[in-house]
């Protein structure tokens, strides 16, 4: 996520613990445990007593609308859409909302925590530049479009910078404390979009940081296995960003003296959701040079990375069809936050064409065909950059075929005519007449031949 002050810094609420994460210690810290009874019940989305602490998010135009955004390129998303674009599948982006816009025609809203609406209400602008590029619909007017341009989008507000509550909780300064949203209201949200029918894959751009043995939600882990092992959904989470409020301290870098070491024994932060390994499709960012982002949070939970830098979106303040931008409130569109709608739309595309394969068989093929670094894996890309291309063409072990005909049906040709056989039986009968005709001449010239024969030998001087 991007966490520069109002630079769309989509940092939970009340998580940002009060302990210096930048004097945390590595510790041995074993994989999340679920307690699937945890769960949180599936309740109609409501929200705090809140109000607009700040004006609303400003946005930039692309300088080019014309231009095919750097992303794009690199992925090659044109070489795949001819293979899927998404139809057919309903992604859940729990954001600070997503505003209608023509470009997302099929936008659905999924509720709000933040505040009175249905979740198409977007002030902090982050949601809809996410669901940008997730799913935003081809147009001739741009070069931008979103990687699964046929999905459908679930909008479900679940945090914001720039609301506040109204209950008298107040902040470090005294004032009422910014932001709404927290891992309890995360929570929520993941088992209302889970139960929501349709829904194959959730994004979820936020993040929460906590040292390392602090703890973690229980609701927030059984939540994400909720969704993940019942109802077999594809759970995308940023990994998080370094400059962000929540997130401030990193996890060392491999050791070459120990490579094989287990990452697990030198955790220094928590982010999560990301860290749900077996449940969640965690995602670091990488550059257009495809080099690591410097402002990833790493950590062994790091699954795959996807661009997070120089990104262009659909924006919130102009819905019309060329309504893109690259800046918001005059600083660039960068993070992990936006990282991992690449990969949720890539999700969405492999499950458009081989709708068989289960959850965790999208999230491996992902992986699988996933451009890997030297060492196979690292904390900070996982697996390796995302092809999309590889990942819906890719002959895997174990593969499920695509539900497509494998012989197409076509009609029965008429019979032809029959052939005109009159001239061939004319010239066979001709040839024959002659033939006969020769016959006879030839019959009759014997007692000729005959006679003229005894005749010569009459008159021969011997």
């Not at 990375?305 to 309504?323: F, M, V, Y």
Request: charged share 20%.
């Amino acid at each position: 996520m991007s966490g520069h002050a109002r630079r769309i810094p989509i940092a939970l609420a009340g998580v940002a613990l009060a302990v210096s994460l930048g004097q945390a210690t590595a510790i041995a810290v074993p994989p999340p445990s679920i307690d699937p009874g945890r769960v949180p019940p599936n309740s109609a989305p409501s929200g705090p007593k809140t109000e607009l602490r700040d004006p609303c998010s400003t946005t930039q135009p692309a300088a080019d609308l014309a231009q095919v955004p750097p992303p794009q390129r690199a992925l090659d998303l044109e070489s795949v859409w001819p293979l899927s674009t998404g139809r057919g599948q309903t992604v859940a982006v729990i954001d600070t909302g997503v505003e209608r816009h023509s470009r997302l025609p099929g936008l659905i809203p999924g509720g709000d925590y933040v505040s009175t609406g249905d979740g198409t209400q977007d002030c902090d602008a982050h949601g809809t530049l996410v669901a940008g590029i997730i799913a935003a619909n081809r147009s001739g007017q741009t070069g931008f479009a979103g990687v699964a341009p046929d999905a459908r989008i679930l909008s479900i507000r679940q945090s914001s910078n720039i609301y506040r509550e109204t209950d008298g909780r107040k902040d470090a300064e005294g004032q009422n404390a910014k932001g709404a949203g927290n891992v309890s209201t995360l929570a929520r949200a993941i088992r209302h979009a889970a139960d929501f029918p349709g829904v194959t894959v959730i994004n979820i751009s936020e993040v929460a940081c906590v040292p390392a043995g602090a703890g973690d939600s229980a609701a927030l882990g059984a939540a994400v296995d909720y969704a993940a092992r019942i109802k077999d959904i594809v759970v995308v989470a940023a990994a998080g960003n370094l400059d962000s409020e929540a997130c401030k301290a990193s996890n060392p870098q491999p050791n070459p003296a120990t490579p094989h070491a287990n990452p697990w024994d030198s955790v220094t932060t928590i982010a999560t959701p990301a860290w749900y390994d077996d449940q969640v499709l965690a995602v670091g960012s990488v550059d257009q040079g495809g080099a690591p982002s410097p402002f990833t949070v790493p950590g062994p939970w790091v699954d795959v990375a996807a661009p997070g830098t120089e990104i262009t979106s659909l924006d919130p303040r102009r819905p019309e069809p060329t309504g893109v931008t690259d800046s918001v409130n005059g600083g660039s569109v960068q993070g992990t936050s936006f990282a991992a709608p690449y990969v949720a739309g890539t999700a969405a595309l492999i499950r458009a064409r081989f709708p068989r394969l289960t959850a965790r068989q999208v999230m491996d093929r992902i992986e699988q065909t996933a451009h890997a670094p030297a060492d196979g894996w690292d904390p900070f890309v996982g697996h390796g950059v995302i092809d999309p291309a590889a990942a819906v063409t890719a002959e895997l072990p174990g593969s499920v075929p695509v539900d497509e005909p494998q012989s197409t049906a076509i009609a029965i040709p008429e019979a032809p005519a029959p052939p005109d056989d009159r001239p061939r039986k004319v010239a066979v009968a001709g040839a024959g007449g002659v033939v006969a005709l020769l016959g006879l001449g030839l019959l009759a010239s014997f007692p000729l031949r005959r006679r003229l024969h005894r005749d010569g030998g009459e008159t021969s001087t011997g």
